[in-house]
Nanobody, 115 residues
Framework: QVQLVQSGGGLVQPGGSLRLSCAAP????????MGWYRQAPGKQRELVAL???????SYADSVKGRFTISRDNAKNTLYLQMNSLKPEDTAVYYC?????????WGQGTQVTVSS
């Protein structure tokens, strides 16, 4: 069982920034594809950003140029830096690790963008 522990998030004004963190046990952050997803009220969970084992990143069109996914292998932590936030970015954000057999999810963290 892999436990992913998220931190960060909160309330921010439009145009502001937030950073989400996702801590994983051991040294698995660099061993598997990890990603950030989000789910807004009344909507399906959607992919926001991915980082592969090799470090290749990809983003949803809606966040390209504003969000950056990264990882710190020494700290076993995945990050999502979110800049130029918009009200439509409001959602519960989840990190996910996929090891090819099972998907492991973080507990979720609320991000609210509002003036």
């Amino acid at each position: 069982q892999v436990q992913l522990v998220q931190s960060g998030g909160g309330l921010v004004q439009p145009g502001g920034s937030l950073r989400l963190s996702c801590a994983a046990p051991g040294n698995i952050v660099s061993s598997y594809t990890m990603g950030w997803y989000r789910q807004a009220p009344g909507k399906q969970r959607e992919l926001v950003a991915l980082i592969t084992r090799g470090g290749t990143t990809s983003y949803a069109d809606s966040v390209k140029g504003r969000f950056t996914i990264s990882r710190d292998n020494a700290k076993n932590t995945l990050y999502l830096q979110m800049n130029s936030l918009k009200p439509e970015d409001t959602a519960v954000y989840y990190c996910k690790l996929a090891n090819g057999m099972t998907d492991y999810w973080g507990q979720g963290t609320q991000v609210t963008v509002s003036s």
